[in-house]
């Protein structure tokens, strides 16, 4: 499970580019980064030097046990917003008033108003899993976190990294009743998921619009903290808008608040001084000498991933490219891989995609992409997400010192995916 309470104060790392000199600062939940061995691009442990680094905020515990399967159910239901539904669920997004000159009417409540209001709407998390150790010890991982309710009858919000790989998850709510939770869909590249309990009269949280938020307000975090403090409230302000973030290789865009933020805290929410939950928070930088600086998913991001998961499990519209990429940045990384030159390596091909079509083989080297010179997964990523569903890439490889222009394109993503070819 990638919960991350003992890994909580690893350090980031700032590497250089061998090849081009550049020197990219990479932001990690728990400060992981690099690969394993060539049987899965999996990222290993990695001893990192104390620098600011994005860290997840979970708490886990580990214990021998025999790994056991996990149904999440994917489950289906409308979503609109407040007022009437046909028996669909509802997400309960606040009406703004207004003055007679169309100017929008806000009331400012106070820390403990604000607490009064949204503490019902966040629930406690606790999830296990199963890992294999050295000798094949399997392990059962106990993580905890936390999460805030979406709808009456029982869907709830949450991180990806605090479901990811749970065989059982669980529900405490602010009346102490617990609940076991089904998962309805998990989106790795915005961390966000959604759970569901048998549940009905519960409290959700009112929907608040990021558009109107400015640096400098107040702003209250409900959440978990250590998975044993269900409840806890802090205040800060907001401390910037829009702040892009590279988190485990995914680019991010966060609310940043210097409202306190520890292991646990991640899934629950941000509220403004009206109550209402503007972000999902996720993460925090640890280090040395560093503090204040928590981060959440702003909720204008999070609602339209929210309603594809209720609706679809999955986020729709998703490029899916066919290929799975690694980037060698070091010497060590290129020794597993047996390569010698850093860069973007293809290292698995889906069986019968657009990418098998077009030629695309296990070890490829990425030159190029629509004509733009890529060396990073970043620089990669950032061209695949200025195209849509349908469209036609040129991408050049290096194969045997030979170079090959290939045509790529890109499908639609779904969960359900292909066996792969790997290098």
């Known amino acids: 499970m990638n919960n991350d309470f003992n890994r909580f104060t690893e350090g980031g790392q700032s590497a250089q580019n061998e090849t081009t000199g550049r020197e990219r600062t990479q932001y990690t939940y728990g400060g992981y980064q690099g690969y394993t061995p060539p049987q899965r691009p999996k990222k290993e442990k990695r001893s990192l030097r104390p620098a600011a680094v994005i860290a997840i905020c979970t708490a886990l515990s580990l214990c021998v046990a025999v790994a056991g ?38 009331k400012t409540l106070s820390v403990g108003e604000i607490a009064k209001t949204a503490k019902d709407s966040v629930v406690e998390i606790t999830t296990e899993g199963v890992t294999t150790g050295d000798f094949m010890m399997q392990y059962v991982s106990e993580g905890a ?27 405490r709510t602010t009346d102490g009743n617990s609940y076991k939770a089904t998962l309805v ?29 400015q640096v400098g307000d107040t702003v209250v975090a409900i959440g978990n903290p250590l998975g044993q403090l269900g409840g806890t409230v802090t205040d800060g302000i907001i401390s910037a808008l829009d702040r892009e973030i590279t988190i485990d290789g995914n680019i991010m865009t966060l609310i940043q608040t210097n409202t306190a933020i520890n292991p646990g805290n991640s899934g629950g929410g941000l509220f403004n001084s009206s ?58 990384t290129a020794m597993y891989y047996r390569v010698n030159t850093a860069g973007l390596y293809v290292y698995s091909v889906e069986n019968d995609s657009t990418a098998a079509k077009a030629g695309f083989k296990p070890g490829d080297l990425i030159i190029s992409v629509d004509g733009t010179k890529v060396e990073t997964q970043e620089e990669y990523d950032k061209i695949l997400e200025s195209h849509a569903v349908g469209d036609t890439i040129e991408v050049v490889v290096s194969r045997r010192d030979e170079e090959h222009k290939l045509s790529l394109e890109l499908t639609e993503y779904s969960p359900v ?4 070819l790997s290098a």
């Open 275 to 332: 109550g209402q939950l503007i972000g999902i928070v996720n993460a925090k930088s640890a280090g040395e000498d560093v503090e204040g600086l928590g981060f959440a998913i702003p909720i204008d991001i999070a609602q339209s991933v929210i309603e594809d998961l209720i609706e679809h499990g999955y986020v729709t519209g998703r490029i899916e490219t066919g290929i799975e990429v690694i980037e060698i940045s070091d010497f060590q």
């Open 145 to 171: 976190g936390s999460g805030v309710i979406l709808s009456e009858d029982g869907y709830i919000v949450t991180n990806h990294h605090v479901i990811s790989d749970a065989t059982s998850i669980s529900v």
């Open 185 to 213: 869909g998990t989106d790795e590249k915005t961390d966000l998921a959604v759970i569901k309990i048998d549940a009905s009269g519960l409290t959700p949280a009112l929907m608040g619009d990021f558009e109107s938020c």
């Open 69 to 106: 399967g996990f149904g999440g159910a994917y489950l289906s239901s409308r979503i609109s917003d407040s007022g009437g539904s046909s028996g669909g669920t509802v997400l309960y997004r606040t009406v703004a008033l207004k003055d007679e000159d169309g100017n929008d009417i806000t």
């Open 417 to 420: 995916s292909g066996s792969m």
